[in-house]
T-cell receptor, first 114, second 115 residues
Framework: AQSVSQHNHHVILSEAASLELGCNYSYGGTVNLFWYVQYPGQHLQLLLKYFSGDPLVKGIKGFEAEFIKSKFSFNLRKPSVQWSDTAEYFCAVIYNTGRRALTFGSGTRLQVQP | DVKVTQSSRYLVKRTGEKVFLECVQDMDHENMFWYRQDPGLGLRLIYFSYDVKMKEKGDIPEGYSVSREKKERFSLILESASTNQTSMYLC???WGGGKGSNEQFFGPGTRLTVL
């Protein structure tokens, strides 16, 4: 079955620390890749997406992600986190099976301490 | 701006009740989706629809049904609510294939508690 794995369930960082959240997917074909963020009490928002082209994708609020096809990975990075980045982060994949629905990872709760 | 609205933010129902969750989008999107979000499990797909009167089962359809009578509206129905359906329910929509990207836009969610 197609799946998405997020290995870090809960991450605690101090402000200005660097962030990397792991995401691996299971399918070997063409995929569309996404990172969504959910701030406390708010709805899911798109951080960034990858469809094709440059495997290094830049998103909003200084986030970026790198697609490494050989590793089936799409890790999220930010060089210097802020307290306002405290949120839950979800990696999601659309597998090119025509279903068009997202398959989500289990999420990573990021807590940034001031 | 795409707007996806859900009829209630919080809902409390009793076991056995029939529950309707409504979702409306204002961007003429073809695709609409219902997910449920549970801690440690992420979001799981319940049902989706590519067009009016069309529906497809997702990964966890048991105990749910859907209705799409108009393009902008997608309803999730719990025929007989049970306590294990206590969850956050999220609606999303996106453009159809070949039109724009596959990015999905989410509503604010309905937190349903079944007692």
């Amino acid at each position: 079955a197609q799946s998405v794995s997020q290995h870090n369930h809960h991450v605690i960082l101090s402000e200005a620390a660097s962030l990397e959240l792991g995401c691996n997917y299971s399918y070997g074909g063409t995929v569309n890749l996404f990172w969504y963020v959910q701030y406390p009490g708010q709805h899911l928002q798109l951080l960034l997406k990858y469809f094709s082209g440059d495997p290094l994708v830049k998103g909003i609020k200084g986030f970026e992600a790198e697609f490494i096809k050989s590793k089936f990975s799409f890790n999220l990075r930010k060089p210097s986190v802020q307290w306002s980045d405290t949120a839950e982060y979800f990696c999601a994949v659309i597998y090119n099976t025509g279903r068009r629905a997202l398959t989500f990872g289990s999420g990573t709760r990021l807590q940034v301490q001031p | 701006d795409v707007k996806v609205t859900q009829s209630s933010r919080y809902l409390v129902k009793r076991t056995g009740e029939k529950v309707f969750l409504e979702c409306v989008q204002d961007m003429d999107h073809e695709n609409m989706f219902w997910y449920r979000q549970d801690p440690g499990l992420g979001l799981r797909l319940i049902y989706f629809s590519y067009d009016v009167k069309m529906k497809e089962k997702g990964d966890i359809p048991e105990g749910y049904s859907v209705s799409r009578e108009k393009k902008e509206r997608f309803s999730l129905i719990l025929e007989s609510a049970s306590t294990n359906q206590t969850s956050m329910y999220l609606c999303a929509s996106s453009w159809g294939g070949g039109k724009g990207s596959n990015e999905q836009f989410f509503g604010p969610g309905t937190r349903l508690t079944v007692l």
